[in-house]
């Protein structure tokens, strides 16, 4: 059973762009945009800056803000085309297109620390060739952290708003580029004060901190791509709200998966065995319905148990409804059973039937010879536990 929100009405078309939540993908496209500007901008000043003041930490810098640059154009790209309504050939949607991009990016950025404090601790090696830096590097620094604090809090509120797991990466990665702008302005001060090395370990230290977050963003995304469960609290909500639904007996086989900043489930339910299967399909609709409403989840696919097979599947072995039926003539000796209403239940490794005999058309003493057949068939045939005759006025 699948939640085919996703999906276009029949007989409509939609925009392979169109996005299945317009709000957030604006959000994110304006916010993204407005990143980009700010990040070209520093990008220039910090380079600029940090050549002619002579400061590798407030280049090492630059290139970080270069690098969110880039992520910012990934960004765009994955919002325009991880927002797309599921198609034939992507029938749970796109979303994990975000997800590829943060592992890209995570990658990106984990390279990028590397050689920054490979770079830095290099020239450290050679403490003469240190020279002090131009006090403008200062003024440079002071700015772009100033600019990296606003962006993250403008960038973390837009996220929040609208739920998106890539922009809220994206957020808290500004406010690693104000904590590495912090940095640098600590190291840039130290060397005016004449402790020139410390210009070079502030370079080495946003190294770090670049490399810590692209491995901590890849890590992230990777667990996502291999189909990592929701937390044990999300799991044993989602478990509680299956079970809270009226004519759900038991639950088993619940399994989560998640998908951006949603999350796919897959449980079993169990209900009375002897219902009809409209009445079965309705309560699953309704576990289905209540998990939607209730939680973060994308879709919900509920399988009907009428007992639980968790530990063993007991009626694999057993025969189908037509050869039951055959075996049910030849052994009551009756093929007018064929013909008549019979509804079978698979439980516990056996079959209980139960046979509607056309009202009217035959005696009662029929029918009471038959059950008598039937009770004496349950005591031979290791198939059947129960076979109960009745006559109704249903046809056949």
């Known amino acids: 059973m699948k939640n085919h929100s996703r999906q276009a009405p029949s007989g409509t078309t939609i925009d392979a762009f169109e996005s299945v939540h317009p709000e957030r993908f604006a959000a994110a496209q304006k916010s993204t945009w407005v990143s980009i500007a700010i990040n070209l901008l520093l990008t220039l000043f910090q380079v600029v800056g940090g050549f002619f003041s002579h400061s590798q930490a407030l280049m090492a810098d630059g ?31 796109h979303a994990r297109i975000e997800t590829a991009a943060t592992l890209i990016l995570g990658a990106f950025l984990a390279m990028l620390g590397v050689g920054l404090l490979v770079a830095a601790a290099m020239r450290l090696q050679h403490p003469e060739a240190l020279r ?16 990296k604090e606003g962006m993250f809090r403008y960038m973390l509120a837009v996220a929040l708003r609208v739920r998106s797991q890539m922009l809220v990466a994206n ?18 001060i130290g060397n005016l004060l004449g402790y020139t090395f ?14 810590h977050m692209g491995g ?14 929701l937390g044990a609290e999300e799991v044993e909500a989602i478990r509680q709200t299956l079970r809270d639904t009226p ?9 989560t998966r998640k998908m951006a900043d949603n999350a796919l489930v897959d449980a079993h339910i169990m209900v009375d065995p002897k219902i009809s299967v409209s ?20 879709d919900v696919m509920v399988h009907i148990d009428p007992e639980d097979d968790h530990k063993a599947k007991p009626n694999a072995h057993l025969p189908s409804r037509t050869a039951l039926l055959e075996h049910l003539a030849t052994q009551l000796g009756d093929p007018a059973i064929k013909g008549c209403r019979v509804i079978f239940h698979y439980l516990d490794g056996m079959i209980d039937a139960e046979i509607y005999l056309p009202a009217g058309q035959l005696p009662h003493e029929h029918a009471d010879a038959l059950q008598v057949r039937c009770n004496n068939l349950t005591v031979q045939d290791p198939l059947f536990r129960a076979i109960h005759i009745h006559r109704s006025h249903a046809q056949n």
């Open 247 to 255: 004519g759900v007996l038991g639950l088993h086989e619940l399994r």
């Open 279 to 298: 009445e079965g399909h309705y309560i699953a609709e309704a576990a289905r319905r209540a998990v939607l409403a209730k939680h973060h989840v994308m």
């Open 63 to 93: 290139l970080h803000s270069l690098s969110d640059l880039l992520s910012d154009i990934l960004v765009l790209y994955a919002n325009r085309h991880g927002n797309r309504h599921a198609d034939e050939n992507h029938p749970y949607g």
């Open 171 to 188: 957020a808290w990665h500004a406010r690693s580029d104000a904590a590495s702008s912090l940095v640098v302005v600590v190291g840039i």
């Open 216 to 229: 901590k963003l890849a890590l992230e995304a990777m667990a996502e791509l291999i189909d990592t469960g």
């Open 198 to 211: 410390l210009d070079l370990v502030a370079a080495a230290v946003v190294g770090v901190m670049i490399a």
């Open 132 to 147: 002090a830096i131009n006090p403008l590097a200062l003024a440079v620094a002071v700015i772009a952290l100033i600019a």
